[in-house]
């Protein structure tokens, strides 16, 4: 709960850019940034503690003298120093920011909103992770935030040929607050682009918000942000847009996060079935997995032991299936053995990609690029499973920088070009485990001793307790 006067605003729409190339056509952005304001005021929000800043199109000017408020320049440098000079003094209850605007993602994931004075030369630009972290943290007094951003999250500097390291403004934090509270409610998963309805100047996102709030009780102040998202989540089912917003929200000093994801079986995938029974002792391993793919475009599973059998692809496997939800724009894994890795990746995005429509007449490498430019919105994970050399996937590698996040299994683990997560033998408590698994718990528990020499006669390694899992059985549960 917050109360009205001790509740500030942050309320930017930005769709006249220094660069005419860049605006937004018709406009929309700023009628959502005066609609939501007016909404703030409505709910009895001080005027003062409502700062607005708009960039508007001059077809649009007319909405600068109509919504009664004071309005400001869009730019980064007043907006950062409303951050910094104004709001981190005010002593509070709640803040709400509010953006419309071109945004995009980098290759490093972070979430980067243009300002109105952003042009070719100079893509300025307010690091919205950095500006998260400040205000959770000891330098900012209002310790609750709901953050509500109507911009793309897509890569078009990379289309450009451009790196995907993107200067801007960045907020350096203090300590982190134990009493803090932000909920973000964000227009597109990554890689997606938020669709504006150009004839009613509007987003279909910030319409949807407006919506939600509107139809929320007015008994409540902030209303239920649960209760908004799924209503404008289910508003979006129904558009169609290819657009879902998503929402996290943290609250805890233990660290607990809440995030809303889509349904992972809608994602387009083709994991391969795990064999294994029963995965065990490679927890860490997928964890450290997981740190290696946010930080590079393409990690190796290597083999320690060079001769196989230490269960590289169940890795994979279980990877892609723990972290599918993250790759909204699909997992397709591929395979060195028979057809083309060419091949396999066109085949898979026309079966499972909507309105993927393959032009004709393209040769293979042309059909690979086409595959790279118009795939559909997302993160996506191509996995390359036992691969022997490096020469046979390098034609099929994406373009660095992109959404695509490359994951590669093989024997090598000597001059490998790509960062990697060496694996090797299972720790015996592990391998006695999974032992246990195929042969039961009840042979395991009553022949200890002779349980953990089998282990350690297989090298620890997964393939070999199998095999002798297998040979058990086919002798009738005899070992030896």
């Known amino acids: 709960m917050a109360k009205p006067e001790r509740t500030f605003g942050l309320i930017v729409g930005i769709e006249n850019y220094g660069q005419p190339a860049f605006n937004v056509k018709g406009g929309g952005p700023a009628n959502d940034a005066v609609e939501f304001a007016r909404w703030l005021h409505r709910r009895d929000v001080p005027r003062e503690n409502i700062r607005l800043c708009l960039s508007v199109l001059e077809e649009n000017q007319q ?25 981190s003094l005010k002593s509070g209850d709640l803040l709400y920011i509010f953006w419309a605007g071109h945004g995009l993602i980098t290759s490093e994931r972070e979430r980067r909103l243009f300002c109105a004075d952003a042009n070719e030369r100079n893509y300025q630009n307010l690091n919205l992770n950095s500006l998260l972290v400040y205000l ?20 078009p500097l990379l289309l450009r040929g451009q790196s995907g390291e993107l200067p801007g403004k960045t907020f350096f934090s203090g300590q982190p607050r134990k009493d803090t509270q932000q909920f973000v409610l964000l227009a597109t998963r990554e890689g997606e682009t938020a669709k504006v309805n150009s004839e ?48 996290f929200y943290s609250c805890s000093w233990d660290g607990d996060i809440e995030k809303s994801h889509f349904n992972p079986f809608d994602i387009p995938h083709n994991i391969p079935q795990s064999q294994a029974r029963k995965f065990v002792g490679r927890d860490e391993e997928i964890e450290q997995l997981c740190q290696l793919l946010q930080a590079n475009d393409v990690v190796a599973i290597s083999d320690v032991t060079g001769q196989g059998g230490v269960g590289k692809t169940e890795l994979a496997i ?33 079966v499972n990609l909507p309105n993927f429509n393959l032009r004709s007449k393209l040769t293979l490498s042309g059909q690979v690029a086409y595959c790279w430019r118009n795939w559909q919105a997302g993160k996506v994970l191509l996995v390359f499973d036992d691969v022997k050399d490096w020469m046979q996937i390098k034609p099929y590698l994406p373009p660095k920088g992109s959404l695509f996040k490359v994951l590669i299994t093989t024997r090598q683990n000597t001059g490998l070009r790509y960062p990697s997560l060496p694996l090797g033998e299972l720790s015996p408590d592990a391998a006695l485990e999974l032992l246990a698994k195929l042969l039961g718990d009840e042979y395991v528990q009553q022949e200890t001793e002779i349980a953990k020499g089998i282990c350690k006669l297989m090298g620890y390694i997964p393939i070999g307790l199998y095999q002798i899992a297998a040979y058990s059985r086919n002798r009738g549960g005899v070992l030896c």
């Not at 730019?75 to 910094?84: F, G, K, L, P």
């Not at 709901?146 to 890569?155: E, K, L, P, S, T």
């Not at 100047?201 to 939600?212: I, L």
Request: proline letters at 3%; a negative charge; hydrophobic letters at 35%.
């Open 200 to 247: 009613n100047k509007t987003g279909y996102f910030s319409q949807a918000v407006r919506e939600a709030l509107e139809q929320a009780s007015t008994e409540i102040f902030p209303p239920n942000m649960r209760e908004v998202t799924e209503a404008v989540k289910q508003q979006f089912i129904s558009l169609d847009k290819k657009q879902l917003p998503t929402y």
């Open 318 to 350: 279980q990877y892609s299936l723990k972290y599918l939800q993250d790759y909204s724009g699909g997992c397709c894994w591929l395979n060195p053995q028979g057809i083309d890795f060419g091949t396999q990746l066109v085949e898979f995005a026309v």
């Open 136 to 155: 959770a943290s000891d330098k900012f007094q209002i310790r609750n935030h709901i953050c509500i951003v109507d911009a793309c999250a897509n890569f």
């Open 63 to 87: 909405l600068i003298g109509e919504c009664g408020l004071r309005v400001e320049v869009a730019t980064e440098q007043n907006i950062s120093d409303i951050v910094t000079n104004f709001l």
